[in-house]
């Protein structure tokens, strides 16, 4: 449902805009995030007044921030009529789940050649923590140790560009998967391939961490596309009974 603009100018954070890098990109990553985490809904229209308040920044920056997240995919501009947080399409998706699982499948392969045992070690602590997550049914946290298990296996190549292309593409992800999280419970099965990806990586069996890999990310892409395709089937038969 899209968030209505009085009601979520009184829930935004304030955010602390820092000096560091032109004022527009500022604002946009925090845009960004605020899509990204759920705080701007699919569909929701922007209000530039309350954006520009919370943000203590001009219009100009804040439409400047907008046409940089145009770009990537996350706002859509309309014309006359402002611009709202882009909606999730299921085609998007599959292409980005499609390139997400051979970047996780190639960095857990190599880090079963090159990480240390220091690495290694960090990620079975990931991992025991995500486990005990999933056992006290703590939906957010294991969400965010899954997110985090996952980031650490690809930062462990020690690649920047494969690193910086994860975490974009991952970024578009995860709005979609928290909103399928939120309205499932913790699947037991993708825990178990957690646990087969963390015995293969502390084996060091390149091959097993890489095919588990994809297995893992093909049915969290399943579950996703399933969510959202019953979600656009739903509207379809709405529009042609409205019509």
Known sequence: MPMNPASSAQSLRTVPILETEPLHMQVA??????????????????????L??????????????????ASEGLIELLPRRGAVVAGISVKDLREKFAIVRVLEAHAASTIC?????????????IHRQLLAAHKKRNDKLY?????KFHREVVAATGSKTLTDLHLFLVGHLRRARFTVLSAHTMAPEFVE????????????KAD???????????????ETIAYFE??????????RASG
């Open 208 to 222: 097993v961490a890489g095919k588990e890999f994809i297995k893992h990310q093909i049915a969290v892409e399943r």
């Open 113 to 125: 050649e090159t990480a240390s045992p220091t690495q290694i070690q960090a990620l079975e602590a």
């Open 52 to 69: 520009c308040e919370q943000f203590g920044t001009s219009r100009t920056p804040l439409r400047e921030a907008l046409k940089v997240l």
């Open 193 to 204: 391939d957690h646990q087969r990806i963390m015995r293969a990586i502390a084996a060091r």
């Open 143 to 147: 969400f965010e140790l899954n997110e």
């Open 29 to 50: 990553r925090h845009l960004r995030e605020m899509i990204i985490d759920g705080s701007l809904r699919p569909w929701a229209p922007i209000d530039e007044k309350s």
């Open 230 to 239: 019953s979600g656009e089937a739903g509207r379809a038969r709405a529009k």
